[in-house]
C-alpha cells in the first residue's frame, strides 16, 4: 500500500468540531483551528526480514519525533494483529473488576462518558506489547534504555457525551504509544497534538526566546476555548435525550470538590483548585498578552488532530502539548496505550500520571523484558482463510 493510500489526510485546517453532526457544538470553540491532516508527521511502516522497522524506516520516524515530538507510523499493524490488539482490550473493558485509571479525568470514568483502564500482564498483554516493543526498538530504544520500566499498559475508550481534556503535557520523561486496533474518525476525538511543543534541550531559546511562554499563552488561550466549549456541551446535555445526563452529574462535572483535571468545573476554576486551567491562569498580564500577541501564536503553533486508521501506532514525547477530545458520535472510540520511561521516575510522579495495573506493579517489566518477551502470535491471512 502506498504511503498516499495510508495517509490520515482529511480536509487540512477545518475549524474545530464543524456543527454538522455535532449537536453540542458551541461557537464559542471556533476560534480554535485544527487541522485534520496530519500527513507531515506520518511515516509509513516498512519492516525487515526480522519483523522490525528497517533502518530508513526508523531515521525517518526519529526525525519526526525530533522535530515535531510525534510520529504515526501508519500500517504498522496488520489487521488480524489489530483485531488481536482489540480483544484483548474488550476482555478487559468487560470485566466489571477492571483496573480503572486514577489520571486524566475520574468524572468522566465515573459516568461511563469514558473508561481508561489499565490492563493485566496475562501472556497474551505482554505478548502484544512485546510485538509492538519488538518492532518498534529502533525508534523507542533511542530514546528508553532497556532497564527502564514500562510504565502503564492502557486501553482508553470514549464515550458520547465525554468532556474535551484540556491541552496538557504528561509528565516529562516519557515515551507514550497509541496504538489504533480499529479506524478512528475525527468525530470520535482522535488525539490532539500541538507539534513541534516539546521540551527538549534548547527548545527555549526559540522564538526569540520566548518560546516557552508563548506555549503557555497558547495552552491557556486553547484551553479557555475548551472550558466555555465543555460548559456549553454539557448545558445542552440537560436537555438532550441522546446523551442523557446521569443523577447528580451535572452537578458532578460543574460544582464537584472532587480532584478532576479534565471537567468544566466552575468551582474548581474559580477557587484555583485545578492545576490545568483555572481563574488564576488568567491574570491581567496574560490577558494583556493574549490581546496583544493572541493573532501570532496561530502562526507559531498549529495543533493537528490524529484520526488514526487501523494499523496506525502514534509515538509521541510525553512534555509535548496534547489533548484527547470529547467523543461526538455514539460509537466508542478505543486505543491501546503504553508509556515507557525515558529515566528514572519517582514513584509518586509515575502514578500522578500513569495508572500501572496491580499486575505490572507486583511483577514490573522493563522495555528490556518487552524486547525479550515471546511476541504475540497473530493468524496471518493465509492462515486465516485456510482456519
Ligand atoms: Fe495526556
Request: charged share 20%.
Amino acid at each position: 500500500m502506498s504511503a498516499s493510500d495510508r495517509s490520515e489526510t482529511k480536509a487540512a485546517n477545518t475549524p474545530i468540531y464543524p456543527i454538522v453532526n455535532f449537536p453540542f457544538y458551541s461557537s464559542s470553540m471556533d476560534g480554535l483551528r485544527i487541522s485534520h491532516d496530519t500527513s507531515a508527521f506520518e511515516v509509513p511502516a516498512t519492516l525487515d526480514a526480522g519483523g522490525r522497522l528497517t533502518v530508513a524506516c526508523v531515521a525517518q520516524a526519529l526525525a519526526m519525533m525530533d522535530t515535531h515530538g510525534l510520529v504515526l507510523l501508519t500500517g504498522l499493524l496488520s489487521d488480524a494483529e489489530a483485531d488481536a490488539g482489540l480483544a484483548l482490550m474488550q476482555q478487559t473493558i468487560a470485566d466489571p473488576d477492571r483496573a480503572r485509571s486514577a489520571f486524566a479525568s475520574e468524572t468522566d470514568n465515573h459516568y461511563v462518558r469514558r473508561d481508561f483502564c489499565s490492563l493485566p500482564s496475562s501472556l497474551e498483554v505482554k505478548g502484544f506489547a512485546a510485538m509492538l516493543a519488538q518492532r518498534l526498538e529502533g525508534v523507542i530504544g533511542e530514546y528508553c534504555g532497556r532497564t527502564r520500566p514500562v510504565l502503564e499498559i492502557a486501553t482508553f475508550t470514549s464515550y458520547f457525551g465525554s468532556s474535551h481534556q484540556y491541552i496538557h503535557r504528561d509528565p516529562a520523561g516519557v515515551i507514550s504509544m497509541f496504538a489504533a486496533v480499529e479506524d478512528v474518525a475525527p468525530e470520535q476525538g482522535g488525539t490532539v497534538f500541538v507539534p513541534g511543543t516539546h521540551q527538549y534541550g534548547g527548545a527555549e531559546y526559540a522564538h526569540g526566546g520566548a518560546a516557552y511562554g508563548l506555549m503557555e499563552l497558547f495552552r491557556r488561550r486553547a484551553n479557555a476555548r475548551i472550558f466555555r466549549h465543555n460548559l456549553a456541551k454539557l448545558w445542552r446535555m440537560r436537555r438532550s435525550s441522546e446523551a442523557a445526563l446521569a443523577p447528580g452529574e451535572f452537578r458532578d462535572r460543574v460544582f464537584s470538590t472532587k480532584w478532576d483535571q479534565h471537567q468544566p468545573n466552575l468551582l474548581r476554576f474559580l477557587t484555583g483548585k485545578n492545576s490545568q486551567f483555572s481563574l488564576h491562569h488568567l491574570g491581567p498580564r496574560t490577558l494583556w498578552q493574549l490581546l496583544r500577541r493572541g493573532e501570532a501564536l496561530d502562526a507559531l503553533f498549529q495543533p493537528v488532530q490524529a484520526a488514526p486508521r487501523k494499523g496506525t501506532v502514534i509515538l509521541y514525547r510525553s512534555d509535548l502539548l496534547h489533548a484527547g477530545p470529547d467523543n461526538r458520535t455514539q460509537r466508542p472510540r478505543r486505543f491501546f496505550g503504553m508509556s515507557i520511561a525515558r529515566d528514572h521516575l519517582a514513584p509518586k510522579y509515575w502514578h500522578d500520571g500513569y495508572s500501572p495495573h496491580p499486575t505490572l506493579l507486583a511483577d514490573p517489566l522493563t522495555f528490556g523484558d518487552l524486547l525479550a518477551a515471546a511476541p504475540l502470535k497473530t493468524p496471518q491471512p493465509a492462515e486465516a482463510a485456510a482456519g
